[in-house]
């Protein structure tokens, strides 16, 4: 009956390797919401079968930061995907992933110490590290990942590119409330005052969008802008960045295709959102 629990690497791996059929992988921590959903349902267009992994990634946290809160639904998880026809569902545990004297990091330099790697100075080593984990476990034929951490799928497709992964990279858009919070597990920390302040953050991508079409192109100025609508909701910005979506090199000025990305600290919880200005 689908999908099928899977706990180990090796029972992984063995399933795996019996599999001739082109294979989909969504890598996820659970909580899932339709933002996680959409990966799913892009991911079962696209291939035979798919598989989807749930866990809560404990080298991706620092230790101030939120791993023992993180919401966890297990039950509730495997129903959804049993729902949206998952084939299998890889939960490993700490033990699993995380023997010990594991020794072994994967590292990607540059665009993993600006924007939020200035913040979370080893959050993208962890991510990488437990993806390519992952990777080397399923040998997935395509990887599933949301624009919603639009630097973490440029810091996947270049680790894929230069450790000479076997699988595609496909990035997926951002899915948003019906007033534009872009979802994320995190949204469960707001309080209900504290979700309207949130809309801060899709609010001020909207101003820049609506700032650039009406000719500002200043990044100074359109970031001011921004600041001020997000400051006036009583949030804390991280930061408000205007960066080219290749090379992540800040721009001076927008243009059409370029990013703007920020992360927007509201009561305790940190949420982060990005556009493209089109
Ligand atoms: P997470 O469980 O937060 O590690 O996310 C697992 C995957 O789902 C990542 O590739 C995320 O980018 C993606 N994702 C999370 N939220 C959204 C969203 N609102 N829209 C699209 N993808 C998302």
Redesign the pocket.
Same mark, same amino acid.
């Given at each position: 009956m689908k999908p099928k629990l899977i706990k180990t690497s090796k029972e992984m791996s063995e399933i795996r390797n019996r599999i001739s059929s082109k294979i989909a992988f #969504? =890598?996820?921590? /659970?909580?899932?919401?339709? /933002?996680?959903l959409? %990966?799913v349902d892009t991911a079962i267009e696209k291939a035979e079968v798919v598989i989807v992994s749930i866990y809560v990634n404990p080298t991706q946290f620092s230790i101030d930061e939120d791993l023992t809160e993180y919401p966890r639904d297990l039950d509730k998880d495997i129903k959804l995907l049993k729902e949206h026809q998952v084939d299998y569902v890889f939960f490993p545990d700490d033990e699993q992933m995380y023997p010990q004297g594991f020794k072994t990091w994967v590292d990607v330099e540059d665009i993993t110490q600006i924007l939020c790697g200035k913040t979370r100075p080893t959050h993208f080593r962890g991510v990488t590290t437990i993806v390519s984990k992952l990777l080397n476990i399923i040998n997935p034929d395509l990887i599933? %990942? /949301?624009?919603?951490?639009f630097q973490?799928?440029a810091v996947i497709k270049q680790m894929v590119s230069d450790l000479n992964f076997q699988t595609e990279v496909i990035g997926? =858009?951002? #899915?948003?409330e019906f007033d534009g919070l872009? %979802?994320?597990?995190r949204n469960k920390y707001l309080t209900a005052e504290g979700r309207k302040r949130a809309l801060c953050l899709y609010k001020s991508l909207l101003l820049a969008q609506n700032l650039f079409r009406g000719g500002m192109v200043n990044s100074n100025k359109i970031i001011s802008q921004m600041s001020n609508l997000i400051v006036n909701a009583a949030c804390v910005i991280d930061y408000i960045e205007v960066f080219d979506p290749f090379s992540f090199e800040h721009l001076p000025e927008l243009s059409p295709g370029c990013r703007i990305a920020l992360a927007v600290i509201v009561d305790n919880t940190r949420l982060i959102d990005n556009i493209e200005i089109r």
């Open positions: #969504v =890598p996820t921590m /659970g909580s899932l919401h339709q /933002g996680h959409s %990966l599933f %990942l /949301g624009e919603k951490d973490q799928l997926c =858009p951002i #899915v948003r872009a %979802l994320s597990s």
